[in-house]
């Protein structure tokens, strides 16, 4: 059975799963500084005098491609340590573009303090992963998924134009400022801004601008060949003691975790980030508001990679590559004719830069209902972690130590609902639970966390 340079890539999404965005937390009383990923300005509504997150674990997997439909369901396979197998995967309708993410996120430690009732800092630590596939035809994945092995493909003139393939690995400290700026009667306004120095541990991409290949029979019953004719793109990766070429799954990555990552030893890249925010609150009362909404754009800036990187521009043409094994980068590369002589070596890569819309409707003394709309904006073709575009509706309930939410969500084409719990320091929650108890999942999402919460503010 042969492989090309995709399979092992492909196969890594549609089998795995490892959300950041966390809905069922943190529109609520108890989000603290997981609300300042998605709005700096949210600091100054902040409840609480100081809020201490000790640590914040979330995964998130979605495509628009497969759907999982073993015989258990997900969360069965995954407590009883069994691998999911290509065969386990389905088709879903559709001739699209497919697309889907895998998604890591640890953050902690991580303070923040109310200097005043009107204003707060926070000082937080993060490393977050990403291996994402934007734009690949639904006939290049059924090649991936068959391996290359199924007849229905063989002897056909194929093409590909627009497909990409970016692993990331960031480690970043950040230093968030949020003020109360107005206030009128019962309206207020709060603004606030996150500075993020951003370590790049590692990055790969693989960029393809035109391809036109075919699979034919390799002379063993049900195994195919695949023959490139002509690919033209753009192929960049970072290298680092101990991590190796290239990665096709960031939790190998992670799990080489150093603290040193955060100022920037050893990493191959660095860089700046920003967000900005702002919050409008209605407040019949001084106590609580009965409507808060927000506006905040976030992960804005991009991290260069100087040492240890290879970049490279292929365009060829008029010759046949074959490819015939499970391929790593050093049987890539003389395939492609990419030598050091066309190494540009440096290149850059973009935070996923994302608009973040929030409204939170409080219904009564502990029942609220929120929205979310997030929506990428990231240019297509860029070499970029990416933030997917979602829509949510949130209802919650919130007592005094603990609380209990629903987030209804739209993501790549899918409906999910998911359940949040928080009881006390700890939280725990899916935004897609249902796929974890069924067997017709088309992705995973959980998070948990533990967090201190100070004595609550007087409100100004």
Same mark, same amino acid.
């Given at each position: ?23 069922? %937390? ?62 386990? @995967?389905?088709? %879903? ?95 207020? %306004? ?52 101990? @991590? ?129 709309? @997030? ?28 609380? @209990? ?56």
């Amino acid at each position: 059975m042969r492989k090309h340079l995709l399979l092992p890539l492909l196969l890594a999404l549609l089998q795995s799963g490892h959300s950041q965005n966390l809905l069922g %937390l943190t529109t609520s009383s108890f989000a603290g500084t997981n609300a300042l990923v998605l709005n700096p300005a949210l600091g100054a509504a902040n409840p609480h005098q100081f809020y201490v997150n000790l640590a914040t674990a979330s995964g998130h997997m979605n495509n628009n491609f497969g759907q999982y439909g073993g015989a258990n369901s997900l969360l069965n396979t995954v407590l009883r340590g069994k691998s999911i197998s290509p065969n386990d @995967i389905s088709e %879903l309708p559709g001739n699209g573009l497919k697309s889907g993410d895998l998604l890591a996120d640890l953050r902690g430690p991580a303070v923040m303090l109310a200097l005043k009732n009107k204003n707060s800092i926070a000082i937080s630590t993060r490393v977050r992963s990403g291996f994402q596939l934007r734009d690949a035809s639904k006939t290049l994945i059924g090649l991936v998924r068959a391996k290359l092995d199924d007849p229905a493909f063989y002897n056909q003139a194929l093409r590909d134009d627009a497909f990409s393939v970016n692993s990331n690995v960031l480690a970043e400290i950040g230093v968030s400022y949020s003020q109360v700026v107005y206030e009128q009667d019962q309206h207020f %306004l709060s603004v606030g801004g996150t500075l993020k120095r951003v370590s790049g541990v590692f990055s790969a991409h693989f960029k393809n601008t035109g391809m036109n290949y075919r699979v034919e029979p390799a002379g063993q019953p049900d195994e195919g060949l695949l023959f490139i004719s002509q690919i033209s793109g753009e192929l960049g990766y970072t290298t680092a003691e101990g @991590i190796g070429k290239f990665s096709v799954d960031p939790s190998q990555i992670l799990s080489k975790f150093k603290p040193s990552w955060f100022w920037g030893q050893g990493t191959p890249g660095a860089g700046w980030g920003f967000d900005l925010g702002a919050v409008y609150e209605f407040r019949p009362t001084a106590e609580h508001y009965k409507l808060r909404v927000g506006v905040a754009v976030t992960d804005i800036g991009a991290v260069n990679y100087k040492t240890n990187t290879n970049k490279f521009f292929f365009d060829t043409k008029g010759r046949e590559i074959d490819f015939e094994h499970t391929l790593e980068l050093p049987t890539v590369e003389p395939k492609l004719n990419l030598t050091n002589a066309n190494n540009v070596g440096q290149f850059r890569s973009m935070l996923p830069t994302a608009l973040n819309l929030t409204a939170d409707l409080r219904l009564s003394d502990d029942f609220y209902v929120s929205a979310t709309y @997030i929506q990428n904006l990231v240019a297509a073709g860029a070499v970029a972690m990416r933030q997917p575009s979602l829509l949510a509706i949130v209802p919650r309930f919130e007592g005094k130590g603990s609380g @209990i939410a629903v987030p209804i969500n739209y993501i790549n084409g899918a409906l999910r609902a998911g359940i949040a719990v928080c009881f006390g320091p700890v939280f725990l929650g899916s935004d897609n639970v249902l796929d974890f108890v069924n067997n017709k999942a088309r992705g995973a999402d959980i998070y948990a966390g533990l967090a201190v919460m100070g004595l609550r503010k007087k409100k100004p």
